[in-house]
C-alpha cells in the first residue's frame, strides 16, 4: 500500500474526511486504466472530480456508537435447494456443517464466521421479496447453476464488542432505531433493526470465544457434488452490497458497527469489518442531480431497496492457475476478476467467479487477512503522473 493510501486509512473517519483529502489521495484516474474495468469496479473511478462523481462527504446519520465489530455471527441465505447448497459449500470452499434440522443448514466458515442456507418455501422464489433482500445472483457464469434456480441473502449479523444488553437496546432505540430482540436463552442475545434501505440487520453478542466451542461434524444429507479441492475459506474478501444511497448506508454502517472506510470515489465505498473483512458498498449517489445513474431505488419516490449480489472469499492456498483448473476440473466456470483489468498473473488482485447449484454468484480470491487492501489499492484511481 502507497504512503498516501496508507495516510488516508489512518487519518479518516467515517463521513468526515473533506474533499482536500480525497483529492489527494486519490487525484484523477489513469488514463490508460481498461473503461470496462473502471465500469466494473466503480463507475467514477475515471471520472474523479467530475459533477457525477461527487466526493463530498455527507452529514452522519448519527453519532459513532464507539462498538466494534467482531464476528461475522452468521450470514443468511435463502435457497431453493439448501442440501445441494450445502453440499457444494463443503466440497469446495472446505466449510463445515455444523447442523441440518430438515429446514436449514449451519455451517462453519473457519473459525471466523457462519452461513445459513434456509430452504425456500416450494411456492415462493427467494428473489420474490423476501426480508430486506432482493433477487440474487442467478445463473450468471454458468457451471453448477440450473435454470430458474435462485439464492438470496436475506440478512446478516455481526457480534459487536463490548456488549451490554441493555445498553446496546438503549444506543439502538437514541439513533431511532426500533430493536427487535432475539435470543435463545442459551447465551445468544442479539438485536434486529433495519438499515436504510429496510435491510435486516441483526446485531449479537457473539464473539470467536462464545461461538463454535464445539466440532461442526454434522453429516450431509446431499452427495458431494464433486471431490473436494481441500481449499480453506480463510477471509471474507468483500460483500458487494448494493444500496438506493452508498453515502447513508456507509455513514450508517461505519457509525453504528464500527466500519472503516478505505476511499469514497463517487459511485461506491469499501469499508473494512473490523478484523472479520470488507464490504463494498455501493449504489447512487445523493449529492448528485440525477441520483448517480444506477444508484438502485429510491429515486422518484420508488421503494428503496438493498441486495447483495455477490460474495468474495480468500481462499488458501493459492495458485492462479491451479485454482483455475480446479473450478473447471468440477465443471464450474473460471470466470477472471482482477478488478482494474490486468492480465491475472500480473495483477495485484487475484480471483474467479463462479456460481453454486442455485445460481448464486461466488467469488474466490487469493486475498487473505493481511492482504486485505490489496482490492481497494488497486481500483482506488491515482493522481496523474
Avoid at 462453519?108 to 457462519?114: C, I, K, R, S
Avoid at 470465544?209 to 450431509?220: E, G, V
Avoid at 491475472?344 to 448464486?360: E, L, Q, R
Amino acid at each position: 500500500m502507497d504512503d498516501t493510501l496508507a495516510e488516508l486509512f489512518e487519518n479518516s473517519d467515517c463521513g468526515t474526511m473533506s474533499r482536500r483529502q480525497l483529492l489527494r489521495v486519490l487525484g484523477a484516474a489513469a488514463v490508460a486504466a481498461p473503461v470496462s474495468a473502471a465500469l466494473g469496479q466503480g463507475r467514477c473511478r475515471l471520472q474523479l472530480g467530475t459533477p457525477a462523481c461527487d466526493t463530498n462527504s455527507i452529514k452522519p446519520l448519527f453519532e459513532p456508537t464507539g462498538w466494534k465489530t467482531v464476528l461475522l455471527d452468521q450470514l443468511t441465505f435463502q435457497v431453493a435447494d439448501y442440501r445441494k447448497e450445502a453440499a457444494f459449500y463443503v466440497a469446495l470452499m472446505g466449510w463445515n456443517l455444523r447442523s441440518d434440522d430438515g429446514m436449514q443448514a449451519v455451517m462453519d466458515v473457519g473459525d471466523w464466521g457462519a452461513v445459513v442456507l434456509k430452504q425456500a418455501p416450494p411456492s415462493q422464489s427467494p428473489d420474490s421479496g423476501g426480508r430486506g433482500g432482493g433477487a440474487g445472483a442467478a445463473g450468471r457464469g454458468g457451471g453448477a447453476g440450473g435454470a430458474g434456480t435462485r439464492a438470496v441473502v436475506e440478512s446478516f449479523c455481526w457480534g459487536i464488542e463490548p456488549w451490554d444488553v441493555k445498553k446496546v437496546e438503549a444506543e439502538l432505540r437514541k439513533r431511532g432505531l426500533n430493536p427487535v430482540p432475539d435470543n435463545d436463552g442459551k447465551g445468544f442475545e442479539s438485536f434486529h433493526v433495519k438499515d436504510p434501505d429496510g435491510f435486516d440487520l441483526q446485531i449479537s453478542n457473539g464473539n470467536r470465544k462464545n461461538r463454535r466451542t464445539t466440532p461442526a461434524n454434522a453429516s450431509l444429507a446431499a452427495p458431494a457434488p464433486f471431490d473436494s479441492t481441500g481449499w480453506k475459506t480463510v477471509w471474507l474478501d468483500h460483500i458487494s452490497f448494493s444500496v438506493a444511497n452508498y453515502k447513508e448506508s456507509a455513514s450508517f454502517y461505519c457509525n453504528l458497527l464500527g466500519w472503516k472506510p478505505t476511499y469514497d470515489e463517487g459511485s461506491q465505498n469499501e469499508c473494512m469489518i473490523g478484523d472479520v473483512g470488507n464490504i463494498i458498498i455501493r449504489g447512487g449517489n445523493s449529492l448528485v442531480p440525477d441520483g448517480g445513474r444506477g444508484g438502485g431505488a429510491g429515486r422518484g419516490g420508488a421503494a428503496r431497496r438493498a441486495r447483495i449480489d455477490h460474495i468474495s472469499f480468500g481462499v488458501q492456498p493459492w495458485d492462479t492457475d491451479v485454482v483455475k483448473a480446479e473450478l473447471e476440473k468440477r465443471g464450474l466456470r473460471a470466470r477472471i476478476d482482477t478488478s482494474t483489468g490486468d492480465e491475472i498473473h500480473v495483477a495485484a488482485y487475484k480471483s474467479y467467479h463462479t456460481t453454486t447449484p442455485n445460481g448464486f454468484d461466488l467469488q474466490i480470491s487469493a486475498v487473505n487477512h493481511d492482504t486485505r487492501l490489496t482490492l481497494p489499492t488497486a481500483v482506488t484511481p491515482r493522481r496523474p503522473a
